[in-house]
């Protein structure tokens, strides 16, 4: 494999960007289909689906952690000013979350709370108390961010990682290069690509996991803040590495059977989780599996985007902006959309199909011809403010 040089623009990561969100979309779909809990449930609701989501919910928000660390990486090293970059970084992920959290997500709290009983009022009656808030009124907390989460650990990130991004950065062309060169650069690179970086995983998994159960609400979620920030640092330090990115090259035909071998294995102690659980040795190894599982798919994706997906195209051009406004409305026209179609009494495949319709088509029409053609309304989603040329069109999908 030929060196990509260090300041190259990455599109194999530009589209795991967009293919990472796009199966998050996909995951929250079917999270209106499983017997686990969620905003608003289908009258289909069933565990036929629960095996693939298993395996998808491991590694999908770890992947975009990773890829925002190595968006954080280009992005500092070209600015000119770092507190400038920092500053207009942290404006434009502020904007949508307080904008997603008072005027995207509030029809998403209405219809579960609508769905659980707790109300009965129409969405103007409830929306004035939704502005108001309310921590015990309800079974939950109003306002929300929901899927907005994401967002808002990563604007925190951003600012955590700032007043360090120049000296890592330097360390990382320098000391650091010399590391990941004996590490990643030798006969056992690609044994060492497949463990270095589960380690973290492993201290976090037997400390931090057992106490801190994942609740995306900043103050109690710090197994979840330990993971995410492992992945975030591991892409802005590897960014550049050309001896990782090599071995990464090298371990992809391993790294997919791997994958291909954990996400059957696991999905079968998964599905026999009561019997595994009376045995320790067991559970010990399931725990580490799936652990390495994380990476395995993450290793895996990189490498084969980087041997197959390293090239420009009019479609990642417009997906690259079009995907966070799509992020940012997806779970509400998924809640909304769902919530009316399974009381239609359709059947569940039609139900599926439509909803999916519903939600990429929502998320298409509204970015092409609201968000992205409309000047004052481009920072609510997090574009600049910068409208297409009137010659521009739309890719063709």
Not at 18 to 47: N, R, T
Not at 110 to 135: A, C, D
Not at 243 to 251: G, L, N, T
Not at 361 to 380: A, Q, S, T, V
Request: net charge positive.
């Amino acid at each position: 494999m030929q060196s990509l040089p260090l300041n190259q623009r990455r599109y194999d990561l530009d589209w795991l960007r967009v293919i990472a969100f796009g199966l998050l979309i996909i995951y929250h779909i079917g999270m209106f289909y499983v017997s686990w809990g969620w905003h608003v449930k289908s009258v289909h609701a069933s565990e036929a689906a629960e095996p693939f989501m298993i395996m998808l919910n491991p590694w999908r928000l770890s992947l975009l952690f990773l890829i925002s660390g190595v968006a954080i990486r280009f992005a500092f090293d070209k600015a000119e000013s770092h507190l400038r970059f920092t500053g207009r970084r942290t404006l434009t992920l502020f904007i949508p979350i307080v904008f997603g959290i008072h005027v995207i997500v509030a029809p998403q709290a209405w219809l579960q709370l609508l769905e659980s009983g707790e109300i009965q009022k129409g969405f103007w009656q409830f929306y004035p108390e939704y502005l108001i808030g309310s921590v015990d009124r309800y079974s939950i907390q109003i306002p929300t961010w929901n899927h907005l989460w994401y967002v808002v650990y990563l604007m925190l990130y951003t600012l955590l990682l700032a007043p360090f991004a120049r000296p890592l950065s330097r360390w990382t062309q320098n000391g650091g290069a010399r590391i990941f060169q004996k590490l990643f650069d030798h006969r056992w690179g690609v044994v060492m690509v497949l463990l270095i970086p589960v380690l973290p995983h492993v201290l976090i998994r037997f400390t931090l996991d057992p106490i801190f159960p994942t609740t995306h609400d900043v103050i109690n979620d710090w197994a979840n803040h330990a993971h995410s920030t492992v992945f975030l640092l591991t892409g802005f330090l590897l960014a550049k590495d050309p001896s990782f990115w090599r071995a990464i090259e090298r371990a992809l035909k391993p790294t997919v059977m791997l994958a291909a071998v954990l996400a059957i294995s696991l999905s079968l102690a998964w599905g026999n989780w009561e019997a595994l659980s009376e045995s320790e040795a067991a559970l010990l190894i399931a725990r580490l599996a799936r652990v390495l599982y994380i990476w395995v798919c993450i290793a895996a994706l990189l490498g084969l985007a980087q041997r197959y997906l390293n090239r420009p195209s009019k479609t990642l051009s417009y997906m690259t902006e079009a995907i966070f406004p799509w992020y940012i409305l997806h779970q509400t026209l998924i809640v909304m959309a769902g919530y009316w179609l399974t009381r239609t009494g359709v059947t569940v495949w039609p139900e599926f199909l439509l909803l999916t319709l519903a939600t990429f088509g929502g998320c298409y029409l509204i970015n092409e011809y609201l968000i992205r053609r409309w000047r004052p309304i481009r920072p609510l989603f997090g574009l600049r403010n910068k409208p297409p040329r009137e010659t521009e069109q739309p890719c063709k999908t």
